[in-house]
């Protein structure tokens, strides 16, 4: 299967969540993905947009950044893009998911989440960005 | 997401349907709120038809059965599809949450 980009614009507000997972969901059709596959992307991508709206860019809206996702094979990349302050997700500290549940708290989860359900997760501060890139190998299609 | 309410003696079951992103839950958040609020004690989560979760999400879970628990009542939740078990799993919440194959069996373990 050839290689496929495409490069999704996103503003800094919480409706954009649905319409990524959407985005997504189209990219990844001519792979026919598992669940748990389509699942595990639309989840790391919700975190990590999330975090850019959120942490990035403190909640506030008008801001813009991009999502690049790339098909080669079963592998699916994407690449976050922000102009926000220099912030690295994945530097958070372990949670500790074994807690009871009184003491349990759920910051950190969605990085946890990520870092679990991505086969790579990087992040780099280039040219006054943050760049976070994340890729997930697609099981096999189901005979 | 779409929250269908219905009552088996004092259990409320919840049936969610559809994505629990972080657009959508705050609407969970308040109907678990206003059922706490109203009296209710027991909460039925039906998962079955619910085909996404976010820590977003979770974090409604996590905190609708800690706010059932400290009103002396309990949540129990029922028939998770896989992709959604996963994330449950990952996250620790199998040890913290009642988790149950079916709403049958999640209502039988709060009646």
Request: net charge negative; with cysteine.
């Amino acid at each position: 299967m050839s290689p496929a980009v495409q490069l999704l614009p996103l503003t800094s507000s919480l409706d954009e969540i649905p319409r990524l997972a959407d985005a997504v969901e189209a990219f990844c059709e001519p792979l026919a993905p598992g669940p748990r596959d389509l699942h595990a992307l639309q989840l790391a991508l919700e975190e990590a947009v999330t975090n850019v709206i959120h942490h990035g860019y403190g909640g506030r809206p008008g801001h813009t950044f991009t999502v690049e996702l790339r098909r080669e094979d079963r592998r699916i990349t994407a690449v976050l893009t922000d102009d926000a302050p220099a912030y690295d997700p994945l530097a958070r500290p372990e949670v500790d998911v074994h807690a009871p549940l009184a003491e349990r708290d759920i910051g950190g989860l969605g990085v946890h989440l990520v870092k679990k359900l991505m086969d790579s997760a990087a992040y780099e501060r280039r040219d006054g960005r943050n760049v976070l890139t994340l890729a997930r190998n697609f099981a096999p299609t189901a005979p | 997401m779409e929250i269908n309410a219905s009552t088996q003696n004092d259990i409320t079951v919840l049936a969610l349907q559809g994505r629990l992103d972080g657009l959508a839950s705050p609407q969970l958040e308040q109907r678990l709120d206003a059922l706490v609020a109203a009296g209710t004690r027991k909460v039925v989560l039906d998962c079955a038809a619910l085909t996404y979760v976010s820590s977003a999400g979770l974090r409604v879970f996590l905190g609708g059965a800690k706010k059932l628990k400290s009103a002396g009542g309990r949540a129990a939740f029922a028939a998770l599809t896989p992709a959604v078990h996963e994330v449950f799993e990952l996250s620790g919440f199998l040890e913290v949450l009642a988790v149950h194959p079916s709403a049958a069996a999640a209502a039988a373990s709060l009646a």
